[in-house]
C-alpha cells in the first residue's frame, strides 16, 4: 500500500506542473487560434479563460467594427483518442449574432466568412457533437426595420432536437405599411429534421389613412419539415 501511494504520489508531483504550464499557455493559445482565424480573412479576439486536458473555456469575438459581428462564451469538454483531441460536450453562452437582410439574403459578417472556410469539397462523416446555445440575442437589420431575437437551442449528437425564440418587438415598414410587433415567439421539439412547432405573432398593422388592425396568430405544427438530409 505504501509503495501504491509513493507511485500515486510521484504521479502527482509530475503532472502538477504539467498541468500548470498548460494553464500557462493560454495566451498562445489564444494567439495561435487568431492568427488561423486571420489566415482564413476572419478578424477576431480570443480570450482563453482555462484551457486543460479536458476543458477549454473562451471568450470568441468575431468582426472587425466597433458592434462585433458575433460574440460569446465557450466552453468545450475534450476526449482524446490518442494525441487527437475531440469535442464531447460544446458549451455557447450569451452569444452576440448580428445579421442584416438586404431583401434577398442574410449575412452573418465574419461568423458566415468562418463558416465558408470551414467547409470541405468532400463530403465529411455526419457530427457527433452535442451541444447548447444559452440566451443567444441575434439582431436582425434590414430596409424594412430591425428585430432582436432571443433563442436557446440544443443539438444532441449532431441534430437539433429543441429551440426556443422570441422577440419583444419591433417596427417594420414595407409598401407603406408599419407593422408593429409586440410579441413573437416560436419553439420547435424534434430530432434533425423533423419537427414539432408552436408560434405566436402579436401586434398592429397601420397604413395612412386607414386605421390600426391588431394582428394576432397562433400556429402548430406537430411535424413540420425544417431540412432536408443531403446524401
Do not use: C
Request: hydrophobic share 50%; aromatic share 4%.
Amino acid at each position: 500500500m505504501k509503495r501504491a501511494r509513493l507511485v500515486l504520489s510521484l504521479l502527482a508531483a509530475v503532472l502538477a506542473p504539467i498541468v500548470i504550464a498548460v494553464a500557462a499557455r493560454a495566451p498562445l493559445a489564444s494567439y495561435l487560434a487568431e492568427a488561423w482565424l486571420a489566415s482564413k480573412g476572419v478578424p477576431s479576439s480570443i480570450h482563453v479563460d482555462e484551457l486543460s486536458a479536458d476543458r477549454v473555456k473562451a471568450h470568441l469575438t468575431l468582426g472587425a467594427g466597433l458592434i462585433p459581428d458575433f460574440s460569446g462564451r465557450v466552453t468545450l469538454l475534450l476526449t482524446w483518442n490518442g494525441l487527437t483531441p475531440g469535442i464531447a460536450m460544446a458549451r455557447i453562452s450569451e452569444p452576440r449574432l448580428v445579421a442584416t437582410f438586404d431583401g434577398k439574403t442574410i449575412s452573418i459578417g465574419a461568423l458566415g466568412k468562418l463558416i465558408d472556410a470551414l467547409k470541405s469539397p468532400t463530403p465529411s462523416p455526419p457530427s457527433t457533437i452535442s451541444a447548447t446555445v444559452e440566451h443567444a440575442i441575434v439582431h436582425i437589420a434590414a430596409p424594412q426595420g430591425s428585430l432582436d431575437i432571443a433563442a436557446d437551442a440544443e443539438v444532441r449528437r449532431g441534430k437539433l432536437i429543441a429551440f426556443d425564440a422570441s422577440s419583444r418587438g419591433g417596427d417594420l415598414t414595407a409598401d407603406g405599411t408599419r407593422i408593429t410587433i409586440t410579441k413573437a415567439r416560436l419553439s420547435g421539439r424534434g430530432e434533425g429534421e423533423i419537427f414539432a412547432l408552436q408560434g405566436a405573432v402579436n401586434g398592429a398593422a397601420a397604413r395612412a389613412g386607414f386605421a390600426a388592425k391588431q394582428i394576432a396568430i397562433r400556429f402548430a405544427s406537430p411535424t413540420m419539415r425544417l431540412g432536408q438530409d443531403k446524401t
